[in-house]
């Protein structure tokens, strides 16, 4: 542990005070509880460390637990230290008490609370332990005032195994064969990779890519997998789900085999669950058994780590004999060349000076402008339409370099995020894409990047609404746009300067570039201001309770409404 | 088979079973061997509120001397939650050992009840009589009460219920579902001894 992101109160006085002693451990002072956590999680996910937050009991604690159930659903390793009033006081509601662990018992994925100083040292080491393995997550520990107070012996980690926690890493043998057999009868085969295999390290999104060569496969990721396997190369049919490419999501509704490696069947994926993938036999890859089976019935379960059991797969597919159907599976390459072709993302950006700028084009010139500058780049992103949008058109290429919030779908995660990760990685250029709504939930964290000389680049994809409510308002509730203006908002070039940071504002089309090359060669932390398109939509779309070939494409698409088809689309 | 290919320090329960789609719901008896630690009970609690999980009947008490308690939860659902609940039980952290007893095999299940009548003449004697046939003891009586101690599976307590609503049935108190496997199994050997 290096750093550790927080916020003193009186709780953890004492713990602020040892940190003023020593200089091992550098502390990131956030301007608000949630921003640690997150920062946290940035920090996490893009060093595959545990990240770690300290704040301060009752306030500091509830302020927390948004970010802990975001870890929760994402699976990012945090020990968050949460001060509680002391011992003799609990239960008294005294001031600044919480029940920190009840509230916190169903947004972690485990957490104590230390009673006696003896047991504090094992309980830390447990923590860390517990945070990392199998399917990482979120652990509090509650550590009363008197307990911090009270010298405390210092143990060694133990050495023996956990008494009860012990999650299985290696698959079994026996379900690898079974899952090579089946693999190597398809011939409408689908890899669909999740955030296990990030998770699992750099070392497991190498063996994918390996495996997925090996076998010729189409493959396909969740938005949390994105960068497992490189966006651009051509057996990547793109992100699947609710906005997923059309390609991806029609070869998961037409595939005969899948195989899912760390990825949970979530509902933004499955769509209808009873349609999904009517016709396929499933295996199903993941270090946590509970996944299994939840959502979408498999006939292969393989309890174990993503990277071990594709290197298991990898070797059982080199060493099986067995040949694949070459010619069934250059017909299901035409079949999704074809779907390819339709090129759903597409969009039309006008280029007359002053030009009103498309969302998406701002996305893919921040892409073409970063990639061309060749630094190493880590995206987050807020929560709604600019989040799908980067999804879409920034293409990954590398693990843990994307962060975002998946499951929980956080408002106000991508600005401290960053701000971890940028502490992470201070040479690499950290850009949060934003939307102007995120932005301001956690927009305080502008103090703590001026603080810590931060140069996180906040582009913000300016379209006054919250857009992504207000897609759904156009498309669900018959264009009543109820409390999705963005209305009174700051102008964000001058709060960018009153947080000792630069601001910058794009207008038309003819600005874009200019803008983002300035941000990008800014050694400071910067706002880009992007006026866009306020009335754009995020397609393709499927809409809630709908199937994988009942997508809406975008206006681009001049038959989005004609192909009712079994495999088409459908119009809603 | 398992044995051989899964080495003995991961618990062979994170193995999970291929799923059958079945529609029709079943009763479960879960025994759960946890470590006897603070909120462990909410956390099971918790978890079974919180993903909208049926309990029937719960107990928990301490059973050994290495610090663990015994929690037998009776619940209801597909097999697909069922197999649901067992997983989510067997990943929180203080949980050692889930077992199914339902599908593991013969089991016993007992629950004990004690039960208020309050009623005087025939009503009285009627209760005491269906009592004896019940092997329920009596355990306090005054003039127009009796409290019977009773113990026996949830159904034989239940028509002993039945019997006794229209004689005067006041006050129940039953202590949930207890259950073990029959024969020589443990809980312990259900999955392998790997805490001895």
Known sequence: MEVIFGYPGGAVLPIYDALFHQNAIRHVLVRQEGGAVHAAEGYARSTGKVGVVLVTSGPGATNAVTGLVDALMDSIPIVCLTGQVPTHLIGNDAFQEADTTGITRPATKHNYLVKRSEDLARVVHEAFYVARSGRPGPVVIDLPKDIVINPAPWTPPPETQHRSYRPQTDPDPEQIRQAIALLKGAKRPMIYTGGGVINAGEAASDALVRFVRATGFPCTSTLMGLGAYPANDPQFLGMLGMHGTYEANLAMHGCDVMLNVGARFDDRVTGRLNAFSPNSRKIHVDIDPSSINKNVPVEVPIVGDAGRVLEALLAAWQQDGTRVDTQALAEWWREIDEWRAKDCLRFTQETARGSIIKPQYAIQRLYEMTRALGRETFITTEVGQHQMWAAQHFRFDRPNHWMTSGGLGTMGYGLPAAMGVQMAHPDALVIDIAGEASILMNIQEMGTLAQYRLPVKVFILNNQYMGMVRQWQELLHGGRYSESYSAALPDFVKLADSFHAVGLRATGVDELDGVIAEMLASDRAVIADIAVDPKENCFPMIPSGAAHNQMILGPEHEDRAAGITDEGLVLV | ?196
């Open chain 2, 1 to 196: 088979m398992r044995g051989q290919t899964t080495p003995p320090q991961f618990l062979p329960l994170q193995t999970v079973s291929p799923m059958p789609i079945d529609p029709t719901q079943r009763r479960a008896t879960i025994s759960v061997l946890v470590e006897n630690e603070a909120g462990i009970l909410a956390r099971v609690v918790g978890l079974f509120s919180g993903r909208g999980y049926n309990i029937d009947s719960l107990t928990v008490a301490p059973v050994d001397q290495r610090g663990r308690s015994r929690i037998n939860v009776v619940t209801s659902g597909t097999e697909m939650v069922i197999e649901q609940i067992k997983a989510q039980l067997d990943r929180l952290v203080p949980v050692h050992r889930v077992a199914d007893l339902t599908m593991e095999g013969p089991h016993i299940a007992r629950e004990m009840a004690l039960i208020k009548v309050v009623g005087t003449g025939e009503h009285r004697v009627e209760a005491l009589r269906i009592a004896n046939a019940f092997r329920a003891r009596v355990i306090d009586a005054t003039a127009e009460s009796f409290v019977f101690e009773m113990t026996g599976g949830t159904e034989k307590l239940d028509a002993f219920l039945d019997l006794m609503r229209p004689l005067g049935l006041a006050e129940v108190s039953r202590t949930g579902v207890a259950a073990i496997a029959r024969g020589k199994r443990v809980i312990d050997d259900l999955h392998g001894a790997h805490d001895a």
